[in-house]
């Protein structure tokens, strides 16, 4: 069998090994794939492994030997799914890869907007400590977490870490999802509450649910214009859940405190992206699932789903299981 990886380079920059699908067949791997490159890379490969890299149904059809296509994450819009039906081709996503490495992300950007570290460590680099009069200083105010709300939005996997680890840290959790029925979650104190609630009595508002069309800028003007004004917004999700140029508005104007987000509406960021170079929006490269340890558990999960279609047996599928060449 032939597999082609047609962009592997953010999955394995180097410090992992492609090897474990070489028992599996001829392994060809690219970094990355231009658009005009896709057929002509795919070529009469029967698997293809991609992360970003679309596979549509032109592509598809023209490429008549493919049978298998492996998600090399958890989202799989990249890929036509009703055209994988319509051409007998198997779809599968690697699931819950990143939930530590993501909740701790999570956690992270909230700390950061509450304690500065990176705005302190290069103001004593820059001399201010030395130069102090005083034997402590801040450059901006410190806020403590405990008693504070942290209101999250969906509760998948991501979900429930990041609401561990927020009542760890003292927080008072709100949840709200269209799974779950209003009222305090078992075994614990956090609540499930309407949206509009959530908004209004929150203190961080994280956003931890898929991309739909209904869910798409559902952070916009109208929302941020429901939250404290003291309050920030956390996006480790998908950029398109926050209308960018309200958010930019929002900060400037005060109607929130600001906001901390791993993702962007288009990604690779573009240089004029209305979220760059505003004081109290942190933003970070899409790196919340990128640990080692969260590569290594998405490859092995890639592997064993190649593995067992071959063995026709297939896991993990998200398209109509058509029958197994």
């Known amino acids: ?37 896709i057929v002509e890379r795919i070529g009469t490969a029967e698997a293809v492994l991609t992360n970003k890299t679309p596979i549509t149904a032109e592509t598809m059809a023209a490429c008549r030997n493919l049978h298998y296509i492996g998600v090399l994450a958890t989202g799989y819009n990249v890929v036509d799914l009703e055209a994988a ?72 996997s991501i979900g429930k870490r990041t609401k561990a680890l927020a009542e760890a840290f003292g ?36 956003l931890h649910c898929p991309l739909t069309d209904k869910n798409r800028h559902m952070m916009n003007k109208d929302s941020f214009r429901k939250m404290k004004k003291s309050a920030y917004v956390i996006n480790p999700s998908r950029g398109p859940l926050i209308c960018e140029e309200d958010l930019k508005e929002a900060v400037l104007n005060g109607t929130i405190a600001g906001a901390a987000v791993d993702v962007a509406e288009e990604e690779p960021m573009r240089a004029d992206s209305p979220l760059l170079d505003v004081e109290g929006i942190l933003v970070t490269p899409h790196i919340a699932w990128a640990s080692r340890e969260a590569r290594e558990r998405l490859m092995r999960i890639a592997e064993e789903n190649l593995k067992q279609y071959v063995a026709g047996t297939p896991v993990h599928v998200v398209s109509e299981i058509p029958r197994v060449h």
């Open 1 to 37: 069998m032939k597999i082609v990886i047609l962009d592997g380079y953010t999955e394995n920059p180097g410090d992992l090994s492609w090897s474990v699908f070489e028992e599996l067949g001829e392994v060809t791997v690219y970094d990355r794939t231009e658009k005009s490159q």
């Open 85 to 156: 039906g319509r051409h007998g081709v198997t779809v599968t996503n690697v699931p819950a890869y990143s939930t530590d490495s993501v909740a701790q992300h999570t956690m992270a950007l909230i700390l950061e907007l509450c304690n500065h570290v990176g705005v302190h460590q290069e103001s004593v680099r820059d001399g201010d400590w030395v130069r102090s009069r005083d034997f402590c200083y801040w450059k901006r105010p410190v806020i403590e977490l405990a008693g504070k709300t942290l209101g999250i939005v969906g509760y998948g």
């Open 171 to 206: 927080m008072k959790v709100l949840v709200t999802s269209g799974h779950l029925d209003p009222g305090v979650l078992p075994g614990g104190t956090a609540r499930v509450v309407d949206l509009e609630s959530l908004l209004c009595s929150s203190d961080f508002v994280s």
